[in-house]
Nanobody, 126 residues
Framework: EVQLQASGGGLVQAGGSLRLSCAAS????????IGWFRQAPGKEREGVSYFFGSDGSTYNIDSVKGRFAISSDRARNTVYLQMNSLKPEDTAVYYC???????????????????WGQGTQVTVSS
């Protein structure tokens, strides 16, 4: 059974850091796209950062470039989202999700992602 377990959220002051973890079971990251998404109250869910298991490449949306970094530990079958210089507008529930690279048309197509972890709350105070 494929499962994703997200963890690492919490309350942090603006300028602080958090590291989110997405532990996978039932599959390995090879040939999968792992994405971190977030949903703030009253807003649509948005993709934030992506990891491509086939070649290890990554992509971040403009609003988090230079602050967030996605990485993987294949031995632990875990993908991380290191979040630095956090801002109050980063406050949201963060989710990780996975899709086989053959099944995705575009990383912005959230419906393509087959597997979702439960959310982890990130709250950044000003």
């Amino acid at each position: 059974e494929v499962q994703l377990q997200a963890s690492g959220g919490g309350l942090v002051q603006a300028g602080g850091s958090l590291r989110l973890s997405c532990a996978a079971s039932g599959f390995t990251f090879d040939d999968y796209v792992i994405g971190w998404f977030r949903q703030a109250p009253g807003k649509e869910r948005e993709g934030v950062s992506y990891f491509f298991g086939s070649d290890g490449s990554t992509y971040n949306i403009d609003s988090v470039k230079g602050r967030f970094a996605i990485s993987s530990d294949r031995a632990r079958n875990t993908v991380y989202l290191q979040m630095n210089s956090l801002k109050p507008e980063d406050t949201a529930v963060y989710y990780c999700a996975a899709v086989h690279e053959s099944g995705i048309t575009h990383i912005t197509d959230q419906e393509s992602f087959d597997y979702w972890g439960q959310g982890t709350q990130v709250t950044v105070s000003s």
